[in-house]
T-cell receptor
Framework: AQSVTQLGSHVSVSEGALVLLRCNYS??????LFWYVQYPNQGLQLLLK????ATLVKGINGFEAEFKKSETSFHLTKPSAHMSDAAEYFC???????????????WGLGTSLAVNP | EAGVTQFPSHSVIEKGQTVTLRCDPI?????LYWYRRVMGKEIKFLLH????????ESGMPNNRFLAERTGGTYSTLKVQPAELEDSGVYFC?????????????FGEGSRLTVL
């Protein structure tokens, strides 16, 4: 069965510092991988996704993530944190073998990011 | 274009009562999903509609939960009777059929508190 592990339920960084949010997955086949963000009082929003092709994917708001099959990881990074990045971040996977219309996502527990001035 | 809307945003009920959550997907989105996040736990899939048909309801916890999507537009999720462990945030998401991979658009969620 697939599973997702996000290391660190709370991460705190200074404004301008590197953001690194860790995600490891367990799957018998390379899954599709996603990062979602939830800002306060808003719905979940897709940050970026990996399906096939280039393993370094760029998302919105300056975030990027790299799929490393050998490490079964999909860590999220941003070179310089901004106050507006304070939110909860979720890593998720889906089984690429499923029918195209079924996006049954398996989620990590989430990481709450705080950005200090 | 209006996003996914959910109602109510917060509901507080007593154990044994009934609650109905509503989700209005983005217009034209055939796929509709329900997810739930219980405090301290990961977000979990409940079920998936394609138009009015249940495509996958493997995540529904038990028969106290009933989801419908009459006419293939909005969906309701009824919990009857509610138990303490049903407390959590219920998310609805929608997507176009065959469009993109993982491009789910989520509502803000309905927070259910069962006392």
């Amino acid at each position: 069965a697939q599973s997702v592990t996000q290391l660190g339920s709370h991460v705190s960084v200074s404004e301008g510092a590197l953001v690194l949010l860790r995600c490891n997955y367990s799957s018998s086949v390379p899954p599709y991988l996603f990062w979602y963000v939830q800002y306060p009082n808003q719905g979940l929003q897709l940050l970026l996704k990996y399906t096939t092709g280039a393993t370094l994917v760029k998302g919105i708001n300056g975030f990027e993530a790299e799929f490393k099959k050998s490490e079964t990881s999909f860590h999220l990074t941003k070179p310089s944190a901004h106050m507006s990045d304070a939110a909860e971040y979720f890593c998720a996977v889906s089984d690429p073998g499923r029918a195209g219309n079924n996006r049954k996502l398996i989620w990590g527990l989430g990481t709450s990011l705080a950005v200090n001035p | 274009e209006a996003g996914v809307t959910q109602f109510p945003s917060h509901s507080v009920i007593e154990k044994g009562q009934t609650v109905t959550l509503r989700c209005d997907p983005i217009s034209g989105h055939d796929n509709l999903y329900w997810y739930r996040r219980v405090m301290g736990k990961e977000i979990k899939f409940l079920l998936h509609f394609v138009k009015e048909s249940k495509q996958d309801e493997s995540g529904m916890p038990n028969n106290r939960f009933l989801a419908e999507r009459t006419g293939g537009t909005y969906s309701t999720l009824k919990v009857q009777p509610a138990e303490l462990e049903d407390s959590g945030v219920y998310f609805c998401a929608s997507s176009r059929r065959g469009r993109g991979i993982g491009e789910l658009f989520f509502g803000e969620g309905s927070r259910l508190t069962v006392l």
